[in-house]
């Protein structure tokens, strides 16, 4: 059973490029998280989404970020016209919906994460 | 071993000893805990979860003990190995709000044969 999948691992772009990170939740697992984090600091929730919804994207910033998770296909996190302070490690976590298997809606599980760094 | 979290975000201990990483959280409202670990260059590791209506959880060489009364949680690691080594982060999730999980700064745990 393959866990959270994300690509790529790692992403280099210059000042005012565009940056698109991929994230494949769980099979089965209809929520998907997206966390940002920064060298020796927590993960910061940016976004939580469900299937073609945004639920909460009150840890995004308002301005050149954004998330979407269509009905078909990965989860995408956008970065437009990025910057050296968007430098981080991108995580997605992915969590079960309440009727698979009586398995919680709350644990997430995190994949391996995408590095951008922004030169 | 010990740590403090916040305070004291490095902890050594032998191999064979127990290791107790600590983190303090602030919200009355939190009803759900995780404790992850983090190697070098690697995404967070589901550890074990507890909620807020439990004291104790024990896992495999693993232990999560809730404190509501001072806001505090904990994560026992019996018989420590080297490969424990990593950041060990505790999250919570708070009752008001929908999905997202509050990490804390995290712990480096280094494990010495």
């Known amino acids: 059973n393959a866990g959270v999948m994300q690509n790529p691992r790692h992403l280099v772009r210059r000042r005012g490029q565009e940056a698109r990170l991929r994230c494949s939740p769980m099979?089965?697992?209809?929520?998907v998280y997206w966390y940002r984090q920064l060298p020796e600091e927590g993960l910061k929730f940016m976004v939580y989404?469900?299937?073609?919804?945004?639920?909460?994207e009150s840890g995004m910033p308002k301005e050149r970020f954004s998330a979407e998770f269509p009905k078909e296909g990965p989860s995408i996190l956008r970065i437009q016209q990025v910057v050296r302070g968007d430098s981080a490690a991108y995580f997605c976590?992915?969590?079960?919906?309440?009727?698979?298997?009586?398995?919680?809606?709350?644990?997430?599980?995190f994949g391996p994460g995408t590095r951008l760094t922004v030169l | 071993g010990e740590s403090v979290g916040l305070h004291l975000p490095t902890l050594s201990v032998q191999e064979g000893d127990n290791s107790i990483i600590n983190c303090a959280y602030s919200?009355?409202?939190?009803?759900?805990f995780i404790w992850y670990k983090q190697e070098s260059g690697k995404g967070p590791q589901f550890i074990i979860d507890i909620r807020s209506n439990m004291d104790k959880r024990q896992g495999q060489r693993v232990t999560v003990l809730l404190n509501k009364t001072v806001k505090h949680l904990s994560l026992q690691i019996a018989a420590t190995q080297p490969g424990d080594s990593a950041v060990y982060f505790c999250?919570?999730?708070?009752?008001?709000?929908?999905?997202?999980?509050?990490f804390g700064r995290g712990t480096q745990l280094t494990v010495w044969p």
């Open positions: 099979k089965g697992h209809s929520h």
């Open positions: 989404l469900q299937k073609e919804n945004i639920i909460d």
């Open positions: 999250a919570e999730k708070r009752g008001s709000t929908l999905g997202r999980l509050y």
């Open positions: 976590a992915s969590s079960p919906p309440a009727n698979l298997g009586g398995a919680s809606t709350d644990t997430q599980y």
């Open positions: 919200n009355s409202a939190s009803d759900y």
